[in-house]
């Protein structure tokens, strides 16, 4: 599910796609990560409300079956992401160049790999870094928890290399 949130104000807007923490809800971001402070400056935001996002058994249930299956759930989130920002450059009411990611917890750690794999975003808005490994034996295994990133996750977290405000 997607909720988009429009500024009443003269178009074009700047974009931003948004990605809730753990157990929050699209309307949890709207009303505490800024959602509306960046509506009111003229941004439409996109909140991406990602399926499975409790840190409970299900979530770690799906991460251990997509890694056994050499995928990841954080790619499947980034992958959603890239959806979104293509959405929202389609849109008639956005400008097309002016796209930026926000996250917020678990959203933050899919918005830090998103902006690295495709360099069409404006900006990042981001409030964690990771190492990517959270998974624990006998416990969670959180949505983020990556391998392959897991061994780029200094690169991901060195925030002094994007040529993007961040």
């Not at 990517?132 to 949505?143: H, I, P, Q």
Request: proline content about 4%.
């Amino acid at each position: 599910q997607m909720v988009l949130l429009r500024p009443q104000t003269s178009r074009p807007f700047r974009g931003v796609v948004a990605g809730p923490g753990h157990s929050e809800q699209w309307f949890d971001h709207r009303d505490l990560r800024l959602g509306r402070e960046l509506t009111e400056a003229r941004s439409a935001v996109l909140i991406v409300e990602p399926r499975v996002h409790d840190g409970d058994g299900d979530e770690g249930f799906v991460t251990q079956e997509l890694l056994a299956a050499d995928f990841s759930f954080l790619g499947l989130r980034v992958y959603e992401k890239l959806l979104a920002r293509k959405l929202l450059r389609w849109h008639a009411d956005v400008h097309p160049g002016i796209v930026a990611i926000q996250g917020h917890s678990g959203g933050s750690t899919t918005a830090n790999v998103a902006v690295r794999l495709d360099d069409g975003w404006s900006a990042l808005i981001t409030d964690l870094d990771t190492d990517y490994l959270n998974a624990s034996v006998g416990g969670t295994w959180f949505d983020e928890t990556c391998f392959g990133v897991y061994l780029q996750h200094p690169r991901v977290n060195d925030f002094t290399t994007l040529e993007i405000p961040h």
